[in-house]
């Protein structure tokens, strides 16, 4: 496995895994000694990048994630998050305040069998609390050492600017895909002017870049994608096979899946860029990991550039496009 470099000199492998669906969002949940296995996997084929949170759950993605890399901390990175108000179980709103962020942390310590994260994300911009104050937490805990490097998800410029001024950003995590090109405008200029990294989450587009999805799959009682125009309104499903059809073109020539083309393609744009699609089955993560080696050409990316559609629906309900911060 390739590494890369992400903000602040932080190294890991060229490809995360996600870990989520692992407890939550894509049913059917696995097994957790199945989810345990999986994560193991992933380490002896090079993965070292790993993603969960607090939200997740709430709480047991992190149990997880600490039970399967607790005799291999040595060899990875962990990645996780806070920002969320999780006293009743159930996340109720944004909470970044100072007094949550350190009892966050040391919750997740605790539950993921460490003493110390690699890195710690603001799960989502709290508008309540300035980002300064945050950052200043963060910056303390990092003083501490129970946390190595700082990250913000779906942050927008200006918070990602005042935030970096206090305390150094080493990522950004947020979606880009083929199919949401949105941080192509603005974010990713800033990323590159600050030498912050970029995680994207997402990057086969939950699941539909993957060429499995068409306009008659169903998904089961609990899946998020229920909630997300882009697959609940039939017409922009439809329209956005045009993305699929695309990437199993590309994938003919080039002897490869949709989604490793559809991977390649994120890995193509900058260096700095890392990727961490989520599954809980061994076979989808060996055909992630094999996209690392797929070279997608100049003129390939030109013929993706020259062909691609525009995506139709919205990425997220009205209730999550709130917390996203502009």
């Known amino acids: ?29 696995p097994d957790r000694n199945d989810s345990i296995a999986l994560i193991r996997a992933a380490v002896e084929r090079g993965v070292t990048f790993f993603d969960t949170a607090q939200v997740y759950g709430p709480f047991d993605n992190e149990d997880i994630v600490g039970e399967a890399l607790e005799p291999l901390r040595d060899q990875v990175v962990i990645a996780t998050k806070f920002g969320f108000e999780l006293s009743t179980g159930k996340p109720t709103g944004a909470d970044s305040r100072p007094e949550t ?35 200043g937490t963060v910056k303390e805990l990092i003083a501490e050492g129970k946390v190595r490097h700082f990250g ?21 995590q947020s979606e880009y895909s083929l199919w949401w090109r949105e941080p192509e405008n603005a974010i990713l200029p800033t990323l590159e002017e600050l030498g912050i990294g970029f995680v994207p989450f997402s990057p086969l587009g939950k699941g539909f870049l993957t060429g499995t999805i068409d306009a008659t799959t169903e998904f089961g009682e609990g899946d998020f994608r229920n909630t997300v125009p882009r ?54 993560l060996e055909e992630n990991i094999a996209a690392t080696d797929l070279e997608l ?29 502009r």
């Open 231 to 284: 697959f609940t309104d039939s017409e922009a499903r439809e329209a956005n096979l045009a993305f699929v059809e695309l990437v199993r073109r590309v994938a003919g020539r080039k002897g490869a899946t949709p989604a490793q083309v559809a991977l390649a393609w994120v890995l193509a744009q900058k260096p700095w860029i890392v990727p961490i699609p989520g599954t809980t089955k061994l076979h989808r």
């Open 1 to 29: 496995m390739q590494t890369r470099t992400l903000g602040q000199g932080l190294e890991v492998s060229a490809l995360g895994l996600g870990c989520m669906g692992m407890s939550q969002s894509f049913p059917p949940i």
């Open 101 to 135: 962020i350190r009892s966050s942390v040391d919750d997740s310590l605790r539950r993921l069998r460490t003493d110390f994260i690699d890195l710690l994300y603001q799960h989502r911009v709290d508008p309540n609390v300035p980002i300064e104050e945050v950052a």
């Open 297 to 325: 050409t100049a003129e390939d990316l030109r013929d993706v550039e020259d062909a691609l559609p525009e995506a139709r629906g919205a990425r997220y309900s009205e209730a999550n496009e709130r917390m996203i911060d």
């Open 152 to 172: 913000m998800s779906e942050a927008g410029v200006q918070n990602i600017r005042r935030a970096h001024a206090v305390q150094p950003v080493t990522a950004l």
